[in-house]
């Protein structure tokens, strides 16, 4: 039997071809404790530990967003909610105020490598971890070859890689690169991987199926007549084939999409599940006051399936945010609800796919 998912408006229409496959794809939400900040946080680390959820750093605008003048404000406040607590635990903090980098997870921690704070991007990699009521900071870790922001990584095979993102503030072009740290032999390195192919890009999302790892969308960067960074948003998608280390070109997003949460989770036989994100159809929307958000739908891409699936439609989509799984369950805390505004809110989602 096929299925036709019905086009939307999100700037633009567009629709998707249902796979004729058995079974049905059920998504089902909750809301868990929002996060103590009243303003949410964008592009915090998070992952799972001891059976709690850390959320980590973090930028804002807590006193007036940008187009009133409001500066942004980098975090360094790191929040604990253990499995069950209706109650953050607070008083914890990183290194420093840190944002944007790459989490994931790793020997009951959260791994972060790199991210910006208000003057520069960084380098340095560091395991957090909750341990007898506290919060345990290995930082044992070569750090990446080059300071990075808004990359996006992935564990795949006991190894750490990451793609893309930017190395400097306000950068105008993106990094093309593609690094892998073997986790249980740090002492060796990082290992310079080919290239992504295509544009090179920022803010796009990682996905690993076990022996694959897939970069899906981001955007490409150049200078505009003012010299600021002017956005070109992509929809192609690439496979890193391991051990072989070559590309291989997929087949495309439907549409355009960039800081989707991730890790982009992978659930039932290899579906890539796209939790909302920017398809660039309101890019430089005015007035920005006004903007109505972002992507609202749950997209699945399968690698060796002719079509996507349209898993569900979400009534707060975020970006620049995590997808932390926790006992079944796909964890989006906090994220940017529109450019310049963050929200505090906390869901949890199960999604279940043929």
């Not at 900071?137 to 795949?156: D, E, K, S």
């Not at 890009?201 to 969308?217: D, E, I, Q």
């Amino acid at each position: 039997m096929k299925f036709r998912v019905p086009a939307w408006v999100c700037g633009v229409w567009w629709s998707l071809c249902l796979l004729p496959v058995t079974g049905q794809v059920k998504v089902s939400t909750r809301e868990l404790p929002p996060l103590p900040d009243q303003h949410g946080v964008a592009g915090a680390f998070a992952g799972i530990s001891g059976d709690a959820l850390l959320v980590a750093g973090g930028a804002n605008f807590p006193d007036q967003p940008p187009w009133e003048g409001g500066q942004k404000k980098w975090h360094d406040a790191i929040y604990v909610l253990p499995h069950g607590a209706t109650n953050w635990l607070t008083g914890f903090k990183l290194p420093r105020p840190l944002a944007y980098g790459v989490a994931v997870p790793w020997d009951d921690g959260v791994l972060c490598l790199g991210g910006n704070d208000a003057e520069r991007h960084h380098r340095a990699v560091f395991l957090l971890r909750w341990q007898a009521g506290t919060i345990v900071i290995a930082t044992n870790f070569p750090p990446l070859p080059q300071p990075l922001a808004n990359a996006c990584g992935v564990v795949c095979k006991g190894s750490v890689c990451v793609f893309g993102g930017e190395t400097t503030p306000g950068a105008t072009t993106a990094s093309p690169g593609a690094w892998r740290l073997a986790l249980a032999k740090t002492a060796e390195g990082w290992e310079r991987l080919p290239d992504l192919p295509g544009p090179a890009r920022t803010l796009a999302m990682a996905a690993s199926t076990g022996h694959n790892l897939y970069v899906l969308g981001g955007v490409a960067l150049s200078a505009g007549p003012e010299g600021k960074p002017v956005r070109r948003y992509l929809s192609d998608v690439h496979a890193l084939a391991s051990p072989a280390s070559v590309w291989e070109r997929k087949k495309d997003l439907p549409v355009p999409l960039a800081a989707a949460p991730g890790p982009a989770p992978v659930v039932g036989s290899g579906w890539v599940a796209l939790i909302g994100g920017d398809d660039g159809s309101r890019y430089g929307f005015q007035p920005p006051a006004a903007h109505p958000g972002f992507s609202s739908s749950i997209l699945l891409w399968h690698p060796s399936r002719t079509h996507n699936r349209l898993a569900g439609v979400l009534t707060a989509p975020r970006v620049t945010t995590a997808a932390v799984s926790w006992r079944g369950e796909l964890i989006v805390p906090s994220g940017e609800v529109r450019p310049g505004v963050r929200s505090p809110a906390i869901r949890a989602y199960r999604i279940e796919a043929p």
